[in-house]
């Protein structure tokens, strides 16, 4: 049995099923969330432990410096 244009499943809300045109310009959520796995897959390569290390005792030395300059000011 060959389907019609209208077969098609009607989106939530619609009411009406899609015509084939309409079923064609609609975006296809398959394809974004292949992109975003792909991405997610690629961008998921860290920091060796080193640099994350080093980051981490900047920041701890900024802000006790920055802590330090405060309380010198407020005096």
């Given amino acids: 049995m060959a389907m019609s244009q209208e077969d ?17 310009a609609a975006p296809d959520s398959s394809a974004s969330t292949a992109q975003f796995r792909a991405f ?23 802000a006790v410096v920055l802590a330090a300059v405060i309380l010198l000011v407020a005096r």
Wanted: hydrophobic fraction near 40%.
């Fill in 8 to 24: 098609h499943a009607s989106p939530a809300g619609a009411g009406r099923p899609l015509s084939t045109g309409e079923f064609r």
């Fill in 40 to 62: 997610a897959e690629s961008s998921g390569e860290r920091a060796p432990r080193r640099h994350v290390a080093r980051l981490t005792a900047i920041v701890v030395v900024i």
